[in-house]
Every structure is written in structure tokens, then in C-alpha cells.
């Protein structure tokens, strides 16, 4: 049974960094593409970051240039190192795969960005 865990969100001001961490267990996710997802309250989920079997990345234009998606194929794990944190940033994020989410999403971790 495949199992998404995502870890390192928390409470970070305007301009701070934070760190997520997707670790994928029951499977091996090094041939799926990879996204992180994020979704604020009273929004729908929506694509923040994606990254191809050979490392392409692609990002939403609202994080571009600040957030960056990595992905460690030994550990199974997909990260999102993420800069210049705004409030919009606020939501919780989950990790799945791109295109079409194949997996049961995990809990998600909550980042929240205060002004």
C-alpha cells in the first residue's frame, strides 16, 4: 500500500524559508513525475511545483523564482525548499504525482506565513 508522508511545515514570517519533505513508502516513485500541491482555505488544490523522471521542473508563476522542487530517488523522497515566504503562501501542501494524482494523498503539512 503506497503512502505519502509529508513533513516541515510550520509558522514562518513574511520573508522566512521552510523546508517540506514527501516521503513515499510501498513503492518505487523514481519512473512517476512528482508535484507538490497546495490548498488554502475555501480554494480548490492547485499545482505549486512538478519535476520529470530526469529533473525538469516546472512552477507556478506565483512561486517562481522562490520555491524549488528536488526530488532524491534513493530515499524515495521529494522536497520543496521554499524562499521569500509570502502570506498567500499559506495553505496546506501535499506532495502526489503529476500528471494525474495516482495515490491516496497523505495528511499534508500546514504552512502558515504571517505579514
Known amino acids: 500500500q503506497v503512502q505519502l508522508v509529508e513533513s516541515g511545515g510550520g509558522l514562518v514570517q513574511a520573508g522566512g524559508s521552510l523546508r517540506l519533505s514527501c516521503a513515499a513508502s510501498g513503492r518505487t516513485f523514481s519512473s512517476y513525475r512528482r508535484a507538490w500541491y497546495r490548498q488554502a482555505p475555501g480554494n480548490q488544490r492547485e499545482l505549486v511545483a512538478r519535476?520529470?523522471?530526469?529533473?525538469?521542473?516546472n512552477y507556478a508563476d506565483s512561486v517562481k523564482g522562490r520555491f524549488t522542487i528536488s526530488r532524491d530517488n534513493a530515499k524515495n523522497t521529494v522536497v520543496l525548499q521554499m524562499n521569500s515566504l509570502k502570506p498567500e503562501d499559506t495553505a496546506v501542501y501535499y506532495c502526489?504525482?503529476?500528471?494525474?494524482?495516482?495515490?491516496?494523498w497523505g495528511q499534508g503539512t500546514q504552512v502558515t506565513v504571517s505579514s
Open positions: 519535476i520529470s523522471t530526469s529533473d525538469t521542473t
Open positions: 502526489n504525482t503529476w500528471p494525474g494524482v495516482r495515490f491516496t
